[in-house]
């Protein structure tokens, strides 16, 4: 009896060893892969999501997108050019080392001094830095040539990287003399490969073959609430069926991204359990209004309709973006009545409802001098957004209804996108992700006029202009204090929204299913995060 | 064998100089990937000095030319997108198809051949119309549609083996195998079926033609008449003559594999080379696509070397060389 009871205790300690050991492990299968492990080498969702698991950033964003201490345990403007940054105590890299603030502006010389990187906003942020000093060894003081409220948003994407990985002497902001740096600037290769991926997160990457997997292991070192799990693989899956099937196979625990109308086979499969978060990515059509002669439109009176804000408010009205949302996105989005989700900073709190209304839409057409509508290509992507094809059909036929004809050129994202930069369309699809969580983001780059020298209106295709929208935008992006601020953001919205230069549909939600006795927090970065993979009791 | 190499080699060198020209042109006139690369929140500046460190701000046979005397020096240029040269990321994902590709192709051989063989003896009985029936359904049904089915039924309702990805890996001079180990061939198992499938069918079908016609000819009813043994005959009279164009098929399809097993590789998630072609070719990731191309142009060269040779160790009326007068 003993014996057996003993054996018994042996065996279940032993299960329970093993289910333990399971337990530790993890396996997330992602729709698109980091195209490296250098946090600076190219700003896109996936390379941003996987660095902010290796390295942190000195302030972070919750899951919602609001900002939160990360690095830097507080800051508060002193003046408006000039910041204080206070840094977390205790916080070391990786390899044991601990942070200091000349870490922080090794980083800011560093992403100045990357000529391996594809261009994204760090060096746009860094230029704006008129002098950083680090007083005391968990104080760093950043002046700016203007004033720049957007700071703290900024610093979010910019993962902070370990000064031990290139020879220096004494690190200072002196980008002249490469702030001290005296051997050769990181190299991707170097983080790819591990040697110089020394962070502070709450990981640390073991192997990373592209296109084979992603793999690491947790950083014992870690400052913060250490993650449950001691080793993560991530998978590159691109193709949502194999994701869904190895899902219900059992090789992957979470898995980004399946396709919607997966999402009611997953919910009657027993064993496994989604989450759906609205995301900040917006899609929406931006209409040339620049051109009096646009490629794709075409109206009897020999004029380009888009340029009228009645068609433009017509288009808006003919389109029934609920029905969208219900049937072609099976419920997985949520219809758009301005560029950001209602709540965020800067949005209004009660934007007007672009209802769906085809009989005004005919009205206002006629008003304009289209009682018999005109000839509009709708040309988008077909492999880019959410069903993105689809939504050009639906839309398209929602325009033929209130009587404008309409065609749709749908092609692939590597054809799609050139063209658009070079203006070949008249009425064309767009998708954005406001990463800094507010709303001068969307405003920046698609609203205001087009000057690439001041980093305004890049993707303004449609080279919409309104003086007066421009003003308020500059004064926003200058004022420090907030209320002040949100309300210039709101006065430029509603303008934005009164002129409609590109017409909102709807925002994509984030899917992320997983097996029994798994949760996930669902973010609305659409960030996929194995330290936001909780196991449920 | 000396001369004809050279010969060889040299015609190759022109085939990989013309592939090249296609290839790099094509994916130019696709449209600009500094479109699909730099984010709009890039300042005028930085944007500038990503196209200018690309290449892209010159003239596009100029691009061409700077890429043709690099090549020469052994660079088949930089990948846009992953910033590391672009034979590094071919030949990082070569060992998992190489593998997938040379377990495909010996089931085929091992299944293909000896059912083909007895489709082709036994050709007027149910047992080779049997086979000869079921092998259409191998090459008709859609390499996707087999895949995801094989994963049903294996995977998701049997569970006996794994859905996607591939196994543990064992280094054997630096390069990671998987075939070396339990869960490697678990894995590789399916994939490998799904790519053997269409082919084991198409040898089947060629070796059992090849076989019921070579019943027929002349030396193979005087050997009958002689007395040779049954078993004597199919090894040494048939079957040796009908393998010529049983290896030319399998040589190809060896090439075609390796180059673009994409869609097997993309239902199974299998880390391999032609799910990187497509990556690049949407990317535009010019570098790696021509480098792709390239190498899989140089593996079909190589391919097709060894087949030749094959036949003339096969059928000795084969020379390599014409003999000059």
Known sequence: ?537 | MVLFTLRRLIQSLFVLLAVSVVVFFAVYAVGDPIELLVSPEATVEARAATIARLGLDQPIWQQYFTFLERALHGDLGTSFVHGIPAIELIVQRMPATFELVVVAITLTCVIGIPLGLVAGLYRDRPLGRGIMATSVLGFSLPNFWQGMMLILLFAVWLGWLPASGRGDTVSVLGVPLSILTADGWSHVIMPAVNLALANIALVLRLTATGVSEAQTQEYVKFARAKGVKPGRIVRRHILRNILIPVVTVVGMEFGSLIAYSTITETVFAWPGMGKLLIDSVYQLDRPVVVAYVMLVTLIFVIVNFVVDVLYAALDPRVQLVAPSH
């Open chain 1, 1 to 537: 009896m003993i014996v057996s009871r003993f054996c018994l205790a042996t065996l279940s300690a032993l299960l329970g060893l093993a289910a333990g050991a399971h337990a530790q492990s993890l396996t997330i299968a992602l729709a698109s892969e980091p195209t490296a492990m250098d946090p600076h080498y190219h700003q896109a969702t996936p390379n941003n999501a996987m660095a902010s698991q290796i390295f942190e950033t000195l302030v972070a964003q919750d899951a919602k997108m609001s900002l939160i201490p990360g690095l830097a345990a507080s800051w508060k403007t002193r003046d408006d050019t000039t910041w204080e940054f206070k840094l977390q105590q205790g916080v070391q890299f990786s390899n044991g080392q601990p942070l200091t603030p000349q870490d922080v502006i090794f980083t800011f010389c560093r992403t100045m001094n990357n000529e391996e990187s594809i261009a994204g906003s760090y060096k746009a942020i860094v230029q704006k830095f008129a002098d950083v000093q680090a007083p005391d060894a968990h104080t760093l003081i950043i002046k700016t040539r203007k004033p720049y409220p957007l700071l703290p948003n900024d610093l979010t994407r910019m993962g902070i990287i370990w000064n031990g990985i290139v020879e220096h002497g004494p690190i200072t902001f002196d980008l002249e003399k490469k702030c001290g740096v005296t051997g050769d600037w990181p190299r991707v290769a170097d983080f790819n490969n591990g040697k110089h991926a020394i962070g502070t997160g709450p990981y640390k990457l073991k192997s990373y073959v592209k296109g084979s997997g992603i793999e690491v292991e947790r950083n014992d070192n870690y400052w913060g609430e250490k993650p449950e799990w001691r080793s993560v693989k991530f998978l590159p899956v691109p193709n949502a069926g194999p994701r869904l099937t190895g899902l219900l196979a059992g090789d992957f625990d979470v898995v980004e991204s399946p396709a919607a109308r997966d999402v009611q086979r997953i919910k009657d499969t027993p064993g496994f359990g989604y989450v759906v978060t609205p995301s900040v990515r917006i899609v929406y059509f931006q209409a040339d209004v620049g051109r009096d002669n646009s490629p794709f439109v075409k109206a009897a009176n020999g004029k380009n309709p888009l340029q009228d804000v009645r068609v433009r408010r017509a288009i808006s009205m003919a389109i029934d973006r609920q029905t969208i949302v219900d049937r072609i996105m099976d419920g997985m989005a949520m219809p758009a009545n301005q560029f950001l989700p209602d709540g965020m900073f800067g949005t209004l709190p009660h934007p007007p409802q672009l209802t769906y209304d085809p009989a005004q839409a005919k009205k206002l057409l006629a008003e304009a001098g289209y009682p018999d509508g005109f000839e509009l290509t709708l040309s988008s992507t077909n492999d880019r957004y959410i069903n993105d094809g689809q939504i050009t059909q639906a839309v398209a036929q929602y325009l033929s209804r209130v009587g404008i004809k309409t065609k749709v050129d749908a092609m692939t994202r590597s054809v799609y996108f050139p063209k658009r930069a070079k203006r070949e369309f008249s009425f064309s699809m767009g998708g954005w992700s406001s990463e800094t969580g507010e709303a001068s983001s969307f405003l920046q780059y698609w609203v205001t006029s087009f000057a690439p020298e001041l980093g305004l209106g890049t993707s303004n295709y449609g080279r919409y202009s309104n003086p007066e929208l421009d003003r308020i935008f500059r004064q926003a992006v200058t004022t420090v204090d907030d209320t002040q601020r949100e309300k210039l953001l709101q006065q430029a919205l509603t303008l934005t929204l009164a002129d409609l230069p590109s017409i909102p549909l709807h925002f994509e939600s984030s899917i992320w299913a997983f097996r029994k006795g798994l949760t996930y927090e669902g973010r609305a970065d659409q960030y996929t995060l194995a330290s936001s993979v909780k196991s449920v009791p």
